[in-house]
């Protein structure tokens, strides 16, 4: 049981800051809003009018939820004269997959055996 117990300590300490950054950008995408404007910026640059059109929000919630995404870096902002377009940040977006699936890479675990029996 020792042995299982190193390899799963191990295996719970590696890259700490990966983890820690990935929990902070889950959180930021958790929030359905975000979810539904990252949604609808999959089909390209949208108006903010247009998000708030499509999505019914406020303008003022419709801004909050775009500052959130664009300070975490998902998405990316365009000013023309006095109009915001947004757009996906793609390469900040595939960070965050690639470090899901490290995270939960079957190959990590492939060789820690089960244990046979509950922990007290």
Known sequence: MKIITTELQQIAQTEPSILKDLAADLGIIADETR????????????CVCDITKALELSQ????????????????????????AYYSL?????????????????SGRVSNVPTPKARCP
């Open 60 to 83: 003022p919630l419709a801004s909050y939820h775009l500052a959130v995404l664009r300070a975490a870096g998902l998405v990316r902002t365009r000013r023309d004269a006095r109009w």
């Open 35 to 46: 979810l539904r404007i990252l949604d609808l910026l999959v089909s390209g640059e949208q």
């Open 89 to 105: 940040n793609w390469q900040r977006l595939q960070g965050i997959v690639a470090s899901c699936q490290q995270l939960f890479d």
